[in-house]
């Protein structure tokens, strides 16, 4: 993995868990010991698809470092669209950035996240830590409500802004467990609580990939009127199979990825 590369997940990785204390955890808890047995299958990041801060605007800080644009998604329900990026060095983790389809919102909400969008300097998007540079707005919590009302997803973007809202563990790559029922019931016995929506494991070896994740940590945030503890960021887990050429799938499945959205649930 070049160096770029590496320097740009450090930077994501420590920013990640900041907000989510359970991930070193898990690292403990999954890792045998010998920390280089946890490797990143992919990182998840979100956006709005306003012009300023559009997906290609993020994906943007991947293709300078070598990634490519490879499988697209769409979650009419959510109104998201989301693609992803693999890297030419098969050890480089998967990038899937998504975005909310603002125009497909209610007038409410396109006012409250345009508002938000206009706080971001345009000069800011362009470097490399834009990725990791949470929010550059300061919002109210009763707006954050106003949000969750009609999503989940605007309403967690309003709190934390550009970071990584997941890493993925590779359980192929786990020493110690063969399924990945076996690393949800490791999870669940330590007082983990997994996303069910949808079955705790998304996916089937039939569609050549599986995941599940965690439900977010809940983390203090101060908003302008107060500070309340919400959902910050998930830890999934990736178990991928081999297609007929032999060779492991690396897409993603539009099915199981609108599950494990709602692992930022505010349920």
Avoid at 83 to 92: F, G, K, L, S, V
Avoid at 168 to 181: C, H, I, K, R, W
Wanted: aromatic share 12%; charged share 20%; proline share 3%.
């Amino acid at each position: 993995m070049s160096d770029a590369v590496h320097q740009l997940f450090d930077a994501l990785w420590s920013n990640f868990v900041e907000v989510t204390p359970s991930a070193d955890k898990i690292h403990q808890l999954l890792g045998n010991t010998q920390s280089d047995d946890i490797i990143n299958d992919h990182i998840a990041l979100r956006t709005f698809n306003l012009e300023k801060v559009g997906l290609d605007k993020l994906a943007q800080h991947f293709i300078n470092i070598g990634y490519e644009a490879c499988g697209e998604y769409h979650f009419e329900q959510k109104k998201l669209y989301a693609r992803h990026y693999e890297h030419p060095q098969a050890t480089a983790p998967k990038v899937f950035i998504s975005e909310l389809l603002v125009d497909q919102c209610s007038p409410e909400l396109q006012s409250v996240v345009t508002e938000l969008v206009d706080s971001i300097d345009p000069t800011a998007v362009a470097k490399p830590d834009f990725l990791y540079s949470g929010t550059h707005w300061q919002v109210s919590y009763e707006k954050y409500q106003q949000l969750l009302n009609e999503s989940e997803y605007a309403a967690w973007m309003a709190a934390w802004g550009y970071r990584a809202n997941h890493f993925t563990v590779d359980v192929n790559a786990l020493s110690a467990f063969d399924t990945l029922e076996s690393v949800n019931e490791k999870l669940k016995q330590a007082g983990y609580s997994l996303n069910t929506s949808g079955g705790e494991i998304k996916g089937s070896p039939e569609v050549l990939l599986e995941q599940s994740s965690t439900m977010a940590d809940k983390i203090k945030v101060q908003f302008s009127d107060g500070e309340y503890s919400i959902p910050s960021c998930f830890y999934e887990f990736a178990r991928r199979y081999k297609q007929a050429d032999g060779r492991y799938y690396t897409g993603f499945v539009a099915a199981s990825a609108d599950k494990i959205f709602e692992s930022t649930n505010n349920g």
